[in-house]
């Protein structure tokens, strides 16, 4: 079965750090852009950044400066480690797999940002 599954979140105060990672099966990494979105309830899932098969980056001006994304093909896993962390951070980060037709999600992580 073809899935990606998103592992890493937590509880974290405010200005802590945060590494999720995405592991996909049965699907090779290379071939795709991999990006991370978020979701609060009752919100529409938002973008938050992405990374092409090439290894450029591209994230939202929320989260600029403060996450990256990276990837090890190898592997078949992208990360993204967050820094500064605030409670607008507060939501459920989903993995997307993107390209030749495939749009691929995972489950999803809680991130929870509190004191």
């Known amino acids: 079965q073809v899935q990606l599954v998103e592992s890493g979140g937590g509880l974290v105060q405010p200005g802590g750090s945060l590494r999720l990672s995405c592991a996909g099966s049965r699907i090779i990494f290379r071939f795709y852009t991999m990006g991370w979105y978020r979701q609060v309830p009752g919100k529409q899932r938002e973008w938050v950044a992405q990374i092409t098969k090439g290894g450029s980056t591209n994230y939202a001006e929320s989260v600029k400066g403060r996450f990256t994304i990276s990837r090890d093909d190898a592997k078949n896993t992208v990360y993204l480690q967050m820094n500064s962390l605030k409670p607008e951070d507060t939501a459920v980060y989903y993995c997307?797999?993107?390209?030749?037709?495939?749009?691929?999600w995972g489950q999803g992580t809680q991130v929870t940002v509190s004191s």
């Open positions: 997307n797999a993107n390209g030749d037709g495939l749009d691929l």
